[in-house]
């Protein structure tokens, strides 16, 4: 595996105390959205489509809108027919997801009126996409070039027939077709049902762990390995926990740390943060100067989570268990990759984003074939602000000490220990100020600890602003050791190409931490860096492409020099990514050195059973030759038996390699995996056996279950779907569960409820929303009323929340509108607005068809009274000869059918003509 080869700061660093005020949800700079508005679907132009894939059938009620030729396809339903890894979220107007057996990715932004697919790039526009509180639909014209398929639309049968370049998952388990649900009902879409849960005093944590024991032929033979997280909430934060242990079992690592959010920024009264921390946590950095470090201490945020400034690089961080690999794309080029852990979480630091939006896909592998993938979309602009609009950031912690620190071994360090002290008080606070739509102005302040025990304070200043649709930034920075700097930079979008540019000038041993990398033996004077991102057409193939160069000059001519290319594309079922990096160091008076590496890995998800990945690192200069050959195989056998083959080759000394092969075995109480290795370089062998799994509080039952893992890194749910007889919402001693209520959520697809109607479901992430999809088409009478289908959730680590899902019994009555002649007759009358109306308000309305008809389907329990619409019959003058009384019983059946007369009433005297003339 590679690992990352440089650092870079968290987000961009901002100004001072005295300008602090409260803080408004979003960034001032939201591109104007060509999509923005799109227009809403019109019930009247509801189309029911019968959709097939090469000849088979998945749906006979697919509900589109609009034009029969090139109709509005909710994505969200498409998606899940296909069993596609695509989320759909209409909140955000945005839609992500990865596509096919090389895993190519996909971006739709409404905001932003783009979509990208494979690398290609093309303009939504507001005519070609809808927007429900649950779903998002787009034309099929949009989806033949988004999703890979071809897409017949028979129009005069209203049929979707798709003809997929390559296999979807759904045909990959052809055996679940079989149990396909039923064309449904489909109409404008319910709005979603929203479920948080508050932060509490206390909750019992959720808890993930990770057992290893072995013996090898090492000295000493045996070994016992721990990994334990947890969380919960703990005085009205969220607790997150980590404890990790060498080979011998002796506590060597710890984390702890209380963490709030605020999607809305509702903490700290007028600073309206999103997020604090008290505990084990991170400083914010400066644009220049203080970079971002962890330690105990506390800090806090006001800026929007998914916003940033375009000068800004980002740090990455999130857990990483033994034995995990993990691997960061920015834009579907892959940027960085490692195995280490630092404390428990991996880290890349220094990224760097481009203008525009970004994704960054955090792709992580297991050591028993497992595949998880986190998805951000970072809109990165000039970082601009409303007009008097401020952003403040601020932390303080003891740098390099850990809350609790159990053994001195192996403790990690910053970096270079000529630049960043072993311990030591940080303190950095920044602040950002909208001074008008094009300008906002930056200022901070730092007291950072230096290696020889002294500490040293940072001032800075900056401006943000856009000219000629260029994002800039200057920022000058002092030391209180008469240390100087001042950088410029400028970024923007030409054509395909979008680039960043930035140069910083330094005197007098000003240290610029942010400048991971540089060589601390040379006074720094000047550092220069390019990046430039873009998609190159080959014949027809989008490959996106990044390019990075830098430059960095000391006192007395000595420089070094590094550039680096990277490029990812999908070659048929095969992701490939491949990169070259150069470096040149003029240190005087020692030779010029150069170095010019490169690497290819190669990833695919054949067949949905077969994940294979295989990467090669080389060298050019000084010297050509092939570095190591590294190949991993995971099998699946079945839903719970896969088995692993791995291979690492040094090329320059094929006398040395070692193997892995693994059986792993996943059942309901977590993962066991039996492991073997062996290097003959050293003749060393290993034999180990490891046990993952998760223990979840079930507040209902109040106890503790044991299960796999995801309790103790991210939210669970407790679903409690019953028959709701009262109508109250609440569960009733007496009201009956409702089992196989199917759900969908965080990568589990088809969970059902048990016979008493519960379900216990943990791995929804910690990220600030989640969702969960509810499915009726299993239970044993379909005929209920029920909560949206879409549960909307804000999940963090640990945490449990409660849904209650209650489902009211329903019936129908078929009713027969006639009108009344003169002359005695009656005939149907179409187009008539009829309603139920139940003596506490409720109200459910029904359209007579042609012939008179109306269908109420889905009525609650009770008894009902049939009149017209108030506001049609007055207008038409329309009155029922009588209103009758209806009575539904709720067991599924139709009630009986009624007939009702309409007679129209006479129009008053002297309104048919209004008089002519007037005044007099």
């Keep these: 595996m590679r690992k990352p080869r440089s650092r870079w700061p968290a987000l961009a660093a901002t100004a001072v105390l005295t300008l602090m005020r409260g803080a408004p949800a979003e960034a001032a700079e939201p591109p104007a959205p060509p999509a923005a508005d799109a227009p809403a679907l019109d019930p009247a132009t509801l189309l029911l489509f019968s959709v097939s894939l090469d000849n088979l059938t998945l749906s006979e009620g697919l509900g589109a809108y609009g034009d029969p030729a090139d109709p509005l396809v909710p994505v969200g339903e498409l998606a899940r027919l296909l069993e596609a890894d695509i989320d759909v979220l209409p909140p955000e107007r945005r839609i992500v997801g990865r596509l096919g057996q090389a895993r190519s990715s996909l971006l739709v932004d409404l905001s932003a009126g783009v979509a990208r697919s494979a690398g290609r790039e093309t303009p939504i526009s507001a005519g070609d996409a809808a927007v429900t509180p649950t779903e998002i639909y787009l034309r099929v014209s949009q989806l033949r070039r988004l999703l890979g398929l071809e897409i017949e639309v028979a129009d005069d049968e209203l049929a979707l027939r798709l003809h997929a370049r390559e296999k979807f998952p759904v045909q990959a388990r052809l055996e679940r077709l079989a149990n396909r649900p039923d064309g449904s009902q489909t109409g404008v879409e319910q709005d979603s049902l929203r479920v948080s849960e508050p932060y509490a005093l206390f909750s019992p944590p959720g808890v993930d762990a990770i057992l290893d024991t072995g013996v090898s032929a090492g000295d000493p033979n045996r070994s016992f390995r721990y990994d334990l997280r947890l969380a919960g909430d703990l005085l009205w934060s969220n607790f997150q926990g980590y404890l990790g242990s060498d080979e011998e079992g002796r506590a060597t690592n710890a984390r702890v740390l209380l963490q709030r959010r605020s999607i809305e920024g509702s903490m700290l009264g007028p600073l309206h943060a999103r997020e604090v921390s008290l505990g084990d946590t991170y400083t914010p950095s400066l644009s220049i100067g203080p970079r971002s470090v962890s330690g105990r201490g506390f800090s806090f945020s006001t800026a929007p989570l998914e916003q940033t400034s375009v000068f800004n690089r980002i740090d990455l961080r999130g857990d990483l ?499 009344l002649r003169d002359d005695g007759a009656r005939v149907g009358l179409a187009s008539v607005r009829l309603q139920l109306v139940k003596d506490d308000g409720q109200v459910v309305d029904a359209v007579s068809e042609f012939d008179g008809s109306a269908i109420f389907d889905a009525v609650p329990v009770g008894a009902w009274r049939l009149r017209l619409d108030p506001r049609q019959a007055e207008k038409l003058r329309m009155r029922l000869t009588t209103e009758p009384a209806v009575k539904i019983a709720g067991d599924g059946e139709y009630a009986p059918d009624v007939a009702v007369q309409v007679r129209f009433d006479p129009a008053p005297p002297d309104t048919a003509v209004a008089k002519a003339g007037g005044g007099g």
């Design 321 to 819: 268990p033994p034995g995990f690999d993990v691997e960061l794309y920015v834009n579907d080029v892959l940027r960085s990759s490692t195995n280490q852990a630092i404390n428990g979480r991996f880290e890349f630091l220094d990224v760097p984003l481009s203008p525009g939006l970004n994704v960054l896909r955090v792709v992580t592998y297991g050591p028993r074939g497992e595949r998880q993938e986190e998805v951000q979309v970072v809109n990165v602009g000039a970082g601009l602000l409303r007009p008097g609009e401020a952003q403040v950031q601020f932390g303080i912690v003891e740098q390099e000490h850990p809350v609790f620190q159990p053994r001195r071994v192996g403790r990690p360090l910053l970096g270079d220990t000529a630049v960043f002290a072993s311990g030591g008080v940080r303190t950095v606070v920044s602040v950002n100020y909208g001074i008008s739509s094009l300008a906002t102005m930056s200022a901070g302040l730092a007291r950072t600890p230096r290696p020889n025990g002294d500490a040293v304070s940072i001032y800075t200043l900056g401006l943000r602003g856009s000219i000629l649709g260029m994002a800039t930034q200057f920022d000058v920075g002092v030391d209180d050791n008469g240390g100087q700097a001042a950088s410029l930079g400028a970024a923007g979008m030409w054509g395909p190409l979008s680039g960043v540019l930035r140069h910083a000038e330094y005197r007098d041993g000003f240290i610029d931490e942010n400048n991971l990398g540089f060589n601390s033996q040379f006074e720094m004077r000047r550092r220069t860096e390019i990046t430039v991102d873009s998609s190159l057409n080959l014949r027809g193939r989008i490959v996106p492409v990044s390019m990075r160069a830098l430059r960095n000059e000391y006192a007395g001519g000595s420089y070094d020099f590094l550039a680096a290319a990277r490029a990812s594309s999908s070659v048929g079922q095969v992701l490939l990514s491949a990169g070259l990096e150069y470096q040149r160091q003029v240190y005087r008076p020692t030779p010029a050195t150069e170095i010019l590496r490169g690497y290819i890995t190669a990833t695919t998800f054949r067949g949905y059973t077969w994940q294979i990945r295989t990467s090669l690192d080389y060298d050019v200069l000084p010297n050509f030759k092939a570095r190591f050959l590294a190949l991993t195989v995971d099998r699946k056998l079945s839903d719970t038996w896969s088995v692993r083959f791995g291979l690492g080759q040094p090329l320059d000394d094929l006398d040395r390699w070692n193997v892995v092969l693994s059986s792993i075995l996943a059942t309901r109480y977590g993962d066991f995996a039996l492991t073997g290795e062996y290097d003959n370089m050293d003749d060393d062998w290993r034999l180990a056996a490891q046990w993952n799994f998760g223990l979840g509080y079930d507040p209902a039952r109040r106890r503790y279950d044991l299960m796999r893992t995801g309790p103790g890194t991210g939210g669970s749910v407790l679903f409690n779907a019953f028959i709701d007889e009262n109508g109250d919402g609440v569960r009733q001693a007496n009201e009956a569960p409702a089992p196989n209520v199917a759900l969908d959520a965080g990568g589990q697809r088809g969970v059902l409820t048990g016979p008493d109607g519960r379900v216990f479901l943990t791995g929804l992430g910690g990220g600030p929303s989640s969702s969960v999809d509810v499915s009726l088409d299993r239970i044993d009478n379909p005929s209920v009323a029920a909560p949206p289908s879409k549960v909307r959730l804000r999940p963090r680590p640990g945490g449990v929340t409660r849904v209650d899902y209650p489902l009211r019994p329903t019936g129908g009555v078929a009713v027969k509108v006639e009108l």
